[in-house]
């Protein structure tokens, strides 16, 4: 989940008066509270408004026009999670697409998070895929800026990065909440979608990641799936950080984790995964052991990490990723101590109408 990319200050919205709004008017309501278009919560939503422990996991969709890679996968996570995240070309490599994955899932009883990135698309088709989203019945949308096409299969692709994650989060909760286009042309009936976002607690400048996901909340995320997380000291940290700027009461946070498999998988995440840090008792315990273990050391490895991001106040949930290796979610998930997912009961008071405080911040965000 890892960000390369910081988009030119000519991608930047501007000139007109409805635009400069993208990056200016980030102090408005909290997020999250009104569900003013009527619309029924999913189950994710609902569970993490009850107060439950929420599960989310990853689902990469093919490199070829295979629905049955997701159908299976979702089926196989169907009793354990809350829900899926369907990736947009993770990584800037062609896959099948997210909206396409989140029906596929839905249709296999599993609710889908449609993630949108801003790489490939302009404003115009980013506010007609979040029509479009609304339209098919796809409750949860996470967006974010997107990785550079040079780090995918196409690496002469032209990116667009006409908005940023933070600009299109507020882009999709205008249009949710004011029923309105950016352009300010006026939407009936308007869409209604939980709002999504990423943040990378590990990444440099430290200091300042907190305050980061402040502008995301207040841009319109109503919950947050951060990088993998192995420094579970560092990221307890950042969420005593979060908790002070009342951040938790306003989103709901999940925390990235996922096994690390083999000796190859540990080097690339150390090398080539930004924001991504393993301290050297993890990266020891996993060489200790012989290269035929390393995978079920690092699904104990991950089952520990979920038991000890359980004891942090303020995390929601967690959010799995096991990229090729979905199938072991359910091993993780059991020997965390975690029961195949409940339905969600009656709703608590949810993060956004708990928080009486607003959070003023200006800018744009320039990474996922």
Same mark, same amino acid.
């Given at each position: 989940m890892g960000s390369r990319h910081r988009p030119p200050r000519s991608a930047r919205p501007g000139g007109r008066r409805d635009d400069r709004h993208v990056t200016q008017q980030h102090d408005l309501a909290p997020a999250g509270g009104g569900n003013l278009t009527g619309e029924v919560p999913g189950r994710f939503r609902s569970a993490l408004e009850s107060g439950a422990f929420a599960v989310t996991a990853e689902i990469g969709p093919p490199r070829g026009a295979d629905a049955d890679a997701i159908r299976s996968k979702a089926a196989s996570l169907r009793d354990w999670v809350t829900a899926v995240n369907?990736?947009?070309?993770?990584?800037?490599v062609v896959r099948l697409s997210s909206w396409a994955g989140s029906l596929i899932a839905r249709a296999a009883g599993v609710e889908p998070i449609m993630q949108l990135t801003c790489r490939d698309r302009n404003r115009i088709a980013l506010q007609s895929e979040l029509l479009s989203a609304s339209a098919m019945g796809i409750p949860n949308v996470l967006v974010m800026t997107g990785d550079h096409p040079r780090f995918g299969d196409h690496a002469g692709a032209k990116p667009v990065f006409d908005l940023d994650g933070v600009q299109l989060l507020w882009v999709a909760r205008t249009m949710r909440d004011e029923r309105r286009l950016l352009s300010g042309r006026a939407l009936d009936p308007a869409p209604g979608w939980f709002l999504g976002a990423v943040?990378?607690?590990?990444? @440099?400048? !430290?200091?300042f990641r907190a305050a980061r996901l402040g502008k995301k909340v207040a841009a319109g995320a109503q919950f947050v799936q951060t990088?993998?997380?192995?420094?579970?000291?560092?990221?307890?940290?950042?969420?005593?950080?979060?908790?002070?700027?009342?951040?938790?009461?306003?989103?709901?946070?999940?925390?990235g984790v996922g096994p690390i498999t083999s000796v190859r998988a540990l080097s690339h995440?150390?090398?080539?995964? @930004?924001? !991504?840090?393993i301290p050297a008792d993890v990266a020891r315990r996993l060489l200790a052991v012989p290269a035929s273990r390393t995978a079920d050391e690092g699904v104990s490895l991950c089952a520990e990490t979920i038991g000890q991001l359980r004891q942090i106040p303020g995390v929601a949930g967690v959010h799995i990723m096991a990229a090729g290796g979905e199938e072991r979610i359910p091993l993780i998930l059991r020997r965390a101590g975690l029961s195949p997912a409940p339905e969600p009961g009656p709703p608590a008071a949810s993060p956004a109408t708990k928080a009486s405080a607003r959070i003023t911040t200006g800018g744009?965000?320039?990474a996922r």
């Amino acid at each position: 989940m890892g960000s390369r990319h910081r988009p030119p200050r000519s991608a930047r919205p501007g000139g007109r008066r409805d635009d400069r709004h993208v990056t200016q008017q980030h102090d408005l309501a909290p997020a999250g509270g009104g569900n003013l278009t009527g619309e029924v919560p999913g189950r994710f939503r609902s569970a993490l408004e009850s107060g439950a422990f929420a599960v989310t996991a990853e689902i990469g969709p093919p490199r070829g026009a295979d629905a049955d890679a997701i159908r299976s996968k979702a089926a196989s996570l169907r009793d354990w999670v809350t829900a899926v995240n369907i990736t947009d070309n993770s990584s800037a490599v062609v896959r099948l697409s997210s909206w396409a994955g989140s029906l596929i899932a839905r249709a296999a009883g599993v609710e889908p998070i449609m993630q949108l990135t801003c790489r490939d698309r302009n404003r115009i088709a980013l506010q007609s895929e979040l029509l479009s989203a609304s339209a098919m019945g796809i409750p949860n949308v996470l967006v974010m800026t997107g990785d550079h096409p040079r780090f995918g299969d196409h690496a002469g692709a032209k990116p667009v990065f006409d908005l940023d994650g933070v600009q299109l989060l507020w882009v999709a909760r205008t249009m949710r909440d004011e029923r309105r286009l950016l352009s300010g042309r006026a939407l009936d009936p308007a869409p209604g979608w939980f709002l999504g976002a990423v943040e990378n607690p590990s990444a @440099p400048p !430290v200091d300042f990641r907190a305050a980061r996901l402040g502008k995301k909340v207040a841009a319109g995320a109503q919950f947050v799936q951060t990088q993998y997380v192995f420094d579970v000291d560092a990221f307890a940290r950042w969420m005593s950080q979060v908790r002070d700027l009342g951040l938790h009461e306003r989103c709901h946070i999940l925390a990235g984790v996922g096994p690390i498999t083999s000796v190859r998988a540990l080097s690339h995440l150390q090398r080539d995964v @930004p924001g !991504v840090h393993i301290p050297a008792d993890v990266a020891r315990r996993l060489l200790a052991v012989p290269a035929s273990r390393t995978a079920d050391e690092g699904v104990s490895l991950c089952a520990e990490t979920i038991g000890q991001l359980r004891q942090i106040p303020g995390v929601a949930g967690v959010h799995i990723m096991a990229a090729g290796g979905e199938e072991r979610i359910p091993l993780i998930l059991r020997r965390a101590g975690l029961s195949p997912a409940p339905e969600p009961g009656p709703p608590a008071a949810s993060p956004a109408t708990k928080a009486s405080a607003r959070i003023t911040t200006g800018g744009a965000d320039h990474a996922r």
